[in-house]
């Protein structure tokens, strides 16, 4: 109604972000994570960052100080290349002291631990806030890549992740191999295939 000063609720984003993970020892792929984030998220990250607060000459002094807490990530998904690694358990992300998080899981297989680079809780909330709402951010070596020069590394990075699949289509002319039944054969195909007018013996 008119007069009404009362504000409207903020529009909630929603738009995925892609980390690159740490090179794996065992000399496998390099993997990355990418997740959900909305202003839910983002303001759940804010709260879980106090409860890690920094470490100061007070609580330097005290017996027990929890300078990082993990909390569960069950929606991440843990790629290699395009493919996705459904061989990856226990995805989190680790909130440290400094304020910045990363993400974590384990191979199913080898049972190694596979981290992204640490990256700034205020930073990322600060880019959720800013960026376009449905804009992937990209973060590579701790670093947001998607304003990075086209031909640095993070900028073949993220062209690397974008590159369109190929698709796989009828050739315009059937090959020797094709197995289409529909397609006609070439003339030269068909004389390919007739019988010798002799055989070779053996004997």
Known sequence: MPGDLRKEPAMNKSRHVVMQVVKRSSGSATHHVE???????????????????????LNKQRDLVIDKVRVRLPNAIWRTGSQVDDGVEGSCIVIAAEG???CGGKDRTTREKLVTYNFSISR???????RPDGETLYIRDGTFANDEPAESAAGLWVAS????????????????????????MRPEQRAAISPPTHRASFY
């Open 35 to 57: 997740f959900l984030m909305d202003n839910i998220f983002a303001e759940r990250l804010r709260q879980l960052r106090s409860l890690v607060p920094p470490l100061g000459s």
């Open 100 to 102: 910045s998080f990363n």
């Open 124 to 130: 990322l909330i600060e880019l959720h806030a800013e």
């Open 161 to 184: 992740l974008n590159e369109p699949e190929v698709v796989m289509r009828v050739p315009d002319a059937p090959s020797d191999f094709d197995t289409l039944h529909d397609l006609t």
